[in-house]
């Protein structure tokens, strides 16, 4: 289980290995992504709280990156978090996700990315509930919901 800790040591003396990479052009993103996923994946915006496609979602299946298929988080780990976005406590393996200071906008928060293909996904915060106490604070853009495989 992360927890805040790792998350601070992953940002400051480097994340752990993905198990592939994708490096595509921003033309070649902008061909592949919606015009509002390109927003968030690679331009870093954030979408508006509530009015996005898995906040009040909680069917099971897997949360992946929606650039590349990377597997980043269970719905086992989704709650309701009342931030507005899709919020989760752990990530599905600790190479699944980068993590990155972020002083933007006059805040210090720890910015989180696919670790597969540096999409954006949103930030993670130390008050989410236990035992990790983790919140991943997520873009419903950067996301696809897939059912599990048997």
Known sequence: MLRWIDVLTYAKYGNPEPVRRVNLTEEEWAAQLTPAQFRVLRQQHTEPPYRNAYCRSYEPGLYVCAGCGNALFDSGTKYHAISGWPS???????????????????????????????????????????????????????????????
Do not use: K, W
């Not at 210090?108 to 996904?121: D, I, K, P, S, T």
């Open 88 to 150: 989760f406590t752990q990530p599905l393996a600790r190479n699944a996700i980068r993590y990155l200071f972020d002083d933007s906008h006059h805040m210090q928060r720890m910015e989180v990315r696919c670790n597969v293909c540096a999409g954006h996904l949103g930030h993670v915060f130390p008050d989410g509930p236990a035992p990790s106490g983790l919140r991943y604070c997520i873009n419903s853009e950067s996301l696809s919901r897939v059912e599990y495989q048997a």
